[in-house]
Each structure stands twice: as structure tokens, then as C-alpha cells.
């Protein structure tokens, strides 16, 4: 593993280069994109783990930190979507230069599997694109963190607050609410995807109607319901992906063309 | 401030990030801060916090590295039958070299949160390079005072709205499975798991901090009133049993912040607060050994 800072001196991005170990490497090359910054940290060891897995299957893998998130430069509160998305570009750009492959596949989780995604649908081209528990519908996505918020405040013994400005730890600003609730994946097909893999660890409707919008666009995409471990079911989907093995393994076998859809 | 991502320690299997200042503002001779693994988290800590402690500190002219311990973020393991105690000295001090190393730093002040108070308390013991240390949310000893103010949490009227809330809610059944979830209970079975903590004893501890105060060691403890083992400012004092002197010791405490400060606004406090403290004592007047303790122990001024 390499961790190291690339992109501009101003606003430098932190990531992790895992080069192949396998004997025989290949010729593809795999973009690790963490979610956002309230599932990021209980993100971190799964995204380690599958970074490994695909490193010993012979790929180069580069995770990275979005801009106000982890090690990377930014205050939170200044995240916007087209920063990230320049993010996701940098970061395809710095790996592909660090390992010469001749194409590269995408993974993300939640926000950073839509963002992929969007990416996508403009001018990033991807071999695969692993979407992971993707976030279909901004709107929906803030319901379920100011859910989590609610659910964390009962711990506080501060008045609960307004959600409006804080969701889940971290700063919300109405200009990043409002951005992140006119997301709509299915209404921006990833064209420049030349495989599109839904990841679930359950059965979720808007990810079957991700997926049929994404048949409908003519692009290859599969949808794969990865059921998790029952004993992990009972811990809320934010803390399951600490304890999840069976995605990771669905994943990793997507992208070394194990599985046949 | 300029950030470098590091691999050091055996074989470059630890990483850490090293925040350094602009050199027109660095402090001459100031103590490289050190921060590592909070619980199961990598060196970021619980939200991002000792990034924003970094960063603060780089601007006020301190030196940082927050890193991983072996086999925990981005480090790999270390290949040894140690405890997870022994192997976090390990690498603590691999890190105090590799500063010493390459930037010439004679001086440390380890932060420690939570479960990386262990590290810090035996680290600080044992190397008087450490000049400073500051423990937030460490170790917590129930003492008479404690339990004498432990029955007002009856009167404290958000305790009873949480309550309510909570009650409320599981009773509507609307997010039934939501509530019933102790957001902090899955972190303590896996650190349970995960972790052996070796918690001294309370008359340990007292003589610990005290051995510490009187090797001229500057210390900040931060702690909350939040569902924790501390619920008034005297608890310290009572816990080493005396007072203890404002000029080395310092208290700050936060009556409604919970144990992580998930508060956006309760953690910018905390980053203020160990800025303000960091370059009140260090600034301009670095690793300067004080005599030893002269009796005169009193309860911090900015407690």
C-alpha cells in the first residue's frame, strides 16, 4: 500500500495505491469511492478489505477521500457535488497515471456509488461500474440520515435541532441539502459505463427501478441481491457494512469476471 | 499548512499523516503533537475530529502526525504475539522517531480519546520527552462526589424529554427497529471484542498523574457530562486525590457534550479548547522542566 496526497497543491486529495500482488497482474485498474462523510468511517475497514481482495486478484486499486472528508483538504461544510465529481475525475486520472492500465473500473457506496455514477453518465469512462448500495433518489437519502439523526439525538442531552444545517455529526448546509435532494440516478444513466452492477445487501425497490431505468437506457447492467449475514441484520444498515462479507465478495467477483450475468 | 502521507515504522507497514505549519509561523521548539486510533476507527477519529485538531494546530504553529496503529486504518499488522497495549508503545514510539529523525523533534504531547487514553497515560510515563499530554474522555473513577450528584440527573429536564422521546417513539412503532438500536452498543461489542483495556486503578491513576505533575509534564483533561462517569468539575481532583496545580493541570469540562461530540458545535469547542491550550502553554516557552511539585496543588483556574 501507498498512501499519498495527488492533485493540485490547493486542494490536495488523500488516497491509498494497493498495486497488484498477484503473480500475473491485469490490465484494469479499480477506483475504491468511499461513501459520504456521515457512512464514511464505518466504511473505512470494508473499503481496506476490498482493496486487498482486489489487489491480490491482480488489479491496482486506489481508494481516496472526497474533499472534506478523512485526510483530504476542505472543511466539510464546503463539500458540493461538482467538487466531488471533479474529485472522482482526479482520481481516475491519478490512477490510471500510476498504473498504466489500459482501463478502469469504478466501485462506489451509497453517495460515492452516485456520484460514480454521475461521473459516469458525463465523461468518465469506466470498464465496470460497481454501484454498492447506491443512493438512487438525493431526497430519499436525506430522509434516511435525518432518520439517523433523530435516532442519535436520543443520546444527546442537548435540545434536538433543526436538521436543516447538521445531519448525523457533520454540517448539512441548505446549499448541499438542496443539491443532494435533486439527485435522481435513474434520470442520468452512466453511458460512459460499458457495465453497470448493482450491489444490495437487500431488497430495495428503487434499486430494481435503477436497474430497469438503466435496461431501458440500453446500458449492460445487472442487479445482485447480496443478502448479509443474518446475526448482522439486527445492528441498522449504517453499522452492517462494518460486519459485511458477503458484498465485498460479490464485488470482487464481478470485477474479476467471475460472475457470469 | 502542508499535509504528507507517511509510511513508517517496520518494513513502512504504519501511516500516518504529518500536518506541518507554514515555516514563517511554525513555534520554534514546540512538542510534535501525536494522535492515533480512537476505538475501532482509523486515525481520522470519530467525526473527523483530529483532522480539525490538526489543521487547527497547524495554523497556530504546531507540528502534527496522526497515524494508525498496527493492524488498525491503513497500517498493516505487526507480526508479533504482543498485546494490543505493548504493540500501541511500539508504534507510538516509531513515530516519536520518525519525528526525531526527520525533523529534529526533541518534545511530544500525545492526545488521547477515548480508548487511545491507554497509550497515552503508559506513553507519557515512561518517556519524559513527553512534555505534554492532554486526555479527553479518559479514565473515570466513580467517586463520593460523583455519586452524592448522581441522583439530579433525575431533575435534568432533557433527560426526561430524551426519555419521552424514546418511549414516545418505540411505542408509535414507527421506526420501532431504529430505536431499538443502542447506537453505541455495536462499537462496544466489537471494542469489547477487539480490545483489552488494562484500566488502572484508581489509586494508580492518582499516582500516576501526580508522578507526572511533578516531572513538570503539562497536562488537559477534557471530559463530558453526557450518560459518562464524570458528572461534576471536582471529579478530577477527587479522582487523584488532591488538588492539583493550574499551572500544570488543566480541566475542561463540558456538562452536556456527549462521549464523541457528535455536536458539530460541542466539537468545535473541544478543537478551540485544545488550540488554546496547546499554544497557551507551549508557545514561546517549550519543554521547560519545572521543579518539582511544591504542595501547593489547586484546582485549574480554566476548569
Sequence with gaps: MKPAYFGSSSRPLFGVHGP???????????LLCYPGVQEYNMAHWAFRRLAGSLSREGFHVLR???????????????????????????????????????????????????????????????????????????????????????RDSLRLLHPTTSPSDELVGFPFPPTLRAAVGRIDLAANPP??????????????TDHRE??????????????????????????????SALLTTRSLAAIVSHLAGRTVS | MIERAIAFGPDGRLVGILAEPDPAHAVSKAPAILMWNVGIQHRVGPYRVQVDVARDLARRGFVSFRFDLSGMGDSEVRQDSRTDGERALSDAR????????????????????????????????????VVGACFIEGYAYHTRGFWLRYPLRLLNRERWRRYLEDRAQKLLTLRARDLAVDPLKEERAVMGSVFRRQYPTQQQFGADVRKLVSRGTRLLFVYVGGDTEFNHRGQLAEMVGGRLPPDRVELAYYADADHTFSRVADRALLVARVGDWTARTFKGAPSMRVPANDGSWALGKHA
Design chain 1, 20 to 30: 497488484p500482488q498477484a503473480a500475473k497482474g491485469r490490465p484494469s485498474a479499480v
Design chain 1, 210 to 239: 435503477l436497474h430497469a431505468s438503466l435496461e431501458r437506457a440500453n446500458l449492460n447492467a445487472t442487479y445482485e441481491c447480496v443478502p448479509e449475514d443474518p446475526s448482522a441484520s439486527n445492528v441498522g444498515e449504517r453499522e
Design chain 1, 191 to 204: 453511458r460512459k459505463a460499458r457495465r453497470v452492477v448493482i450491489v444490495s445487501s437487500a431488497e430495495r
Design chain 1, 64 to 150: 481516496f477521500d472526497w474533499s472534506g472528508t478523512g485526510d483530504s483538504w476542505g472543511e466539510t461544510a464546503d463539500g458540493t457535488i461538482e467538487t466531488w465529481l471533479e474529485d472522482v475525475a482526479l482520481a481516475a486520472q491519478e490512477l490510471r497515471d500510476a498504473s498504466a492500465a489500459s482501463n478502469v473500473s469504478v466501485v462506489g457506496m451509497r453517495l460515492g456509488a452516485t456520484l460514480a455514477a454521475l461521473a459516469c453518465a458525463d465523461d468518465l469512462a469506466a470498464e465496470q461500474l460497481i454501484l454498492w448500495e447506491p443512493v438512487v433518489k438525493g431526497r430519499l437519502y436525506i430522509e434516511e440520515l435525518e432518520a439517523l439523526h433523530a
Design chain 2, 94 to 129: 516509531d513515530a516519536i522517531g520518525l519525528l526525531a529523525k526527520r525533523r529534529g523533534i526533541t518534545t511530544f504531547l500525545p492526545i488521547g480519546f477515548c480508548s487511545s487514553v491507554d497509550a497515552v497515560h503508559r506513553l507519557s510515563l515512561e518517556d519524559e520527552r
